[in-house]
């Protein structure tokens, strides 16, 4: 796995996009490019900085605690040609409808529960 160069802050997103399968109507999910390692510690700050930034945990180490009881998975998004909003995707870029998407990239999602 490649160091990552990419600052911190701009590391990990809300997901707003279609067919994540939510464990719960209570969580957040959290993603960023490429299939990293959530156990590596500046990954897990610069995840624990973005919850806490977007509000959801009220301090870093509150956002530390929702990332370990959290869930986090190695996927693929892509997009549609009639929507701009990213779609998880199986490897091969086909979605959960059959669609045939454009643009798939690897990505990690983390599913934290709003504490707030």
Not at 12 to 30: A, K, M, N, R
Not at 68 to 78: I, K, V
Request: proline share 1%; with cysteine; charged share 25%.
């Amino acid at each position: 796995m490649s160091k990552d160069s990419r600052i911190g802050e701009s590391l990990w997103f809300i997901w707003d996009g279609l067919d994540y399968d939510f464990s719960s109507t209570e969580s957040v999910v959290f993603y960023t490019e490429g299939h990293i390692d959530i156990e590596e510690e500046v990954v897990r700050k610069a995840l624990a900085s973005s919850i806490q930034r977007e509000g959801i945990a009220s301090s870093l180490s509150e956002g530390f605690s929702m990332i370990a009881s959290g869930s986090s998975s190695q996927l693929h998004s892509g997009y549609s040609d009639l929507l701009e909003r990213q779609i998880i995707c199986s490897e091969n870029g086909s979605s959960k409808s059959g669609e045939d998407l454009i643009e798939v990239t690897p990505i990690t999602v983390v599913e934290v529960f709003d504490a707030i």
